[in-house]
């Protein structure tokens, strides 16, 4: 290759020896299908030089389409060709990165390179990581122009090394738009925001690309207010791309709602939403419960031509369905499905754990086999969380050992996290923590809580204290860690230490997240938190959930006084816990809906034990469906059983 650089060679035209007369032949004859022979040449006149355009466009429509031994065969046919013929070719090679060394071959062959020549090549290098070669090669490229330049600056940038980035950046004579935009979005890649905020500014044309690469790294920062301003400020027309790092800048900072009120306005603005994008909208639906506005973005998706038969957007609505509770319309949804990849079979199972159907989770685990899909590393997390929410040990451990010995999928800490749940949940804390020292990384902080977790629901004073000491070393301002540890203490009458931890929280500035719940009526969602005092409709909710407390005692009902975590009289922690605010969403539900039809109410933590308990009565006295979900699953009480059968 070396030969290139040194030396200057004429252009010259190779002479093959036959002439092919019918271009449209070669079209049919190698684009079609590969194992087609090469037509028989033409023995009709015909002028190589004009030949040569035509037999061009059926090389670049081959490489379009992926063929590239059509190409080739072509190619090999033509009596004539020049520098474009050459590069069309070496473009197909160099997508495939299992022909660059016939890439290097062709480029080595050209009679007469250009600059796009080099550029294709270099790019080549660039895009298979090779950045040594690709350098060197650059080095020696005889006339780079501002593709060759912006090729190894984008490159570099896009790797996060961003000093050679700026290296090749200020050495460069003559810079463009797609310059400055690498700048810019290498250092947003890089999270110096400072750094791009600068380039940004020097910028003498701020395009498109840079306003949406500002955008994004501030709301990657979770400095939302400055990426409002940014948006809001824009002097070029927003394009989808800005639009979708908005929506889902938003969504990534627990501000949902915000999102789809934008979803709403580009709606309006007339710009057509992507799959990308509807990912975001739906993945918000899910945050907030908004089944209605769900269902919404459905129909959008089942009115555009390409959305409706969309992998992606199929698969976010999937996703959505389950977490909003109606598994029967992510069901039909899912069967109806012309092609199905991993991610969607992924969806529809993690759908059946977290509502409890282990049965149907692990059989359509089984049928996702059968249909060849091979299954991934969040396949198996789906899987180990249906058996976690069954109590599935045996079952759960021997899926666990057949990801790596049958189906080459190493565990990472999520699966270790739900192993220890599955464990822990099951009593058998020791063998947890033996798990946990197993680990071939160091355990990472939400294996700890998820150890503590299973400390509060058993008990475990001595072991609960090692975890949450492991969970805080980790993550010290973890406030769950402070809070199960307490509650620890609180179930074994420990005051003096729940006051200690709490005094110990309180040093260290961690601040507990407050729970609550909400409850959707005619499209009016209305939030509770425990002991309420604001909701307008409060004294019709005591009222009934007084009426009910006394047909739940009537029925064997005793509170689970535990769960109240203050040290007062048995009287009033009986009132603290009938306060909570899952049974103000539920007691509102019963007010307000219809008689004998299903509430369902979402809550932003675990459901207490107490708060399950009831639940399961009042299921029964009321003579409907309650559906409960929380930070890790569905309940559905009826007839004064719950769908996870005790063990959650």
């Not at 049919?28 to 037999?55: A, N, R």
């Not at 006051?499 to 209305?526: C, E, L, T």
């Not at 007062?568 to 539920?586: D, G, N, P, R």
Request: net charge positive.
């Amino acid at each position: 290759m070396l030969s290139r650089f040194n030396i200057h060679q004429p252009w010259k035209v190779r002479i093959f020896s036959r002439s092919i007369g019918n271009p449209a032949a070669i079209l049919v004859g190698s684009c079609s299908s590969s194992s087609h022979p090469s037509p028989e040449p033409s023995t009709k006149p015909s002028s190589d030089q004009h030949q040569i355009f035509p037999l061009n466009k059926i090389i670049a429509s081959c490489v379009r389409s992926g063929d590239i031994d059509g190409a080739l065969r072509v190619f090999h046919g033509m009596r004539a060709k020049n520098t474009v013929t050459w590069n069309s070719l070496l473009v197909g090679f160099c997508k495939d990165p299992s022909r660059i060394k016939e890439a290097h071959k062709l480029f080595d062959e050209i009679p007469e390179p250009d600059t796009f020549s080099y550029n294709i090549m270099l790019s080549c290098y660039v895009r298979n990581g090779n950045f040594e070669k690709a350098h060197s090669f650059f080095d020696k490229v005889p006339f780079k122009d501002t593709a060759s330049w912006n090729t190894m600056i984008t490159g570099y940038a896009r790797r996060r090394e961003m000093e050679k980035a700026r290296e090749l950046f200020y050495a460069m004579k003559e810079k463009n738009e797609v310059s400055w935009n690498a700048m810019i979005s290498g250092y947003v890649e890089c999270g110096n925001l400072e750094t791009a905020s600068r380039f940004f500014k020097e910028a003498p044309v701020r395009g498109v690309v840079a306003w949406t690469a500002m955008i994004t790294g501030y709301m990657k920062a979770k400095k939302v207010e400055l990426a409002e301003e940014m948006f809001k400020d824009m002097t070029v027309k927003r394009n989808l791309v800005t639009w979708n790092a908005m929506i889902s800048g938003y969504v990534e900072n627990s501000r949902a709602e915000d999102g789809l009120k934008l979803f709403r306005e580009m709606l309006e603005e007339g710009t057509r939403p992507n799959s990308s994008g509807l990912s975001s909208v739906l993945l918000g639906c899910s945050e907030l419960s908004a089944l209605r506005f769900g269902r919404q973005v459905h129909q959008i998706v089942c009115k555009s031509s390409t959305l409706c038969n969309d992998i992606t957007a199929l698969t976010s609505l999937i996703s959505m369905y389950c977490k909003c509770g109606e598994l029967g319309d992510a069901w039909k949804l899912f069967q109806g499905m012309k092609m199905r990849d991993v991610v969607a079979w992924n969806a529809m199972i993690s759908g059946y754990a977290q509502h409890g159907k282990a049965e149907k989770a692990l059989s359509l685990f089984n049928e996702m086999r059968v249909n060849k899909t091979r299954p991934d590393w969040i396949t198996f997390v789906a899987v180990l969380l249906a058996c976690n929410h069954a109590g599935l040990v045996d079952i759960g451990m021997e899926y666990f050992d057949s990801m790596v010995r049958d189906y080459r999928v190493e565990p990472r800490p999520d699966h270790y996290t739900c192993m220890v749940d599955l464990l822990g949940r099951a009593g058998k804390l020791e063998e947890a923590l033996k798990l946990i020292r197993s680990m071939p990384f160091k355990p990472h902080a939400a294996v700890f809580g998820t150890l503590l977790g299973a400390c509060r629901v058993h008990k475990n004073v001595e072991l609960g204290e090692l975890a949450a000491e492991k969970l805080l070393e980790l993550d010290p301002s973890n406030a769950a860690g402070y809070v199960q540890l307490a509650n620890i203490y609180a179930s074994r009458n420990l005051w003096e230490d729940v006051a200690r931890v709490r005094k110990r929280m309180k040093q260290s500035n961690v601040v507990k997240v407050p729970g609550y719940s909400w409850i959707d009526i005619q499209n009016k969602v209305h939030h509770f938190r425990s002991s309420d005092r604001i909701h307008p409709e409060l004294d019709s909710i005591h009222k009934k959930l007084k009426e009910l407390e006394k047909k739940m005692k009537l029925a064997g009902y005793k509170p689970e006084l535990e769960f109240a975590l203050h040290d007062v009289e048995e009287e009033q922690k009986e009132k603290l816990l009938l306060w909570h605010s899952e049974k103000l969403a539920v007691a509102y539900g019963c007010l307000k809906l219809p008689e004998g039809s299903p509430i369902q109410v979402f809550k932003n933590l675990r459901i207490c034990g107490d708060c399950h308990k009831a639940i399961k009565f009042m299921s029964e006295i009321e003579r409907r469906e309650i559906i409960v979900r929380d930070t890790t699953r569905f309940h559905h009480f009826k007839d004064g059983s719950c769908s996870c059968g005790g063990y959650w």
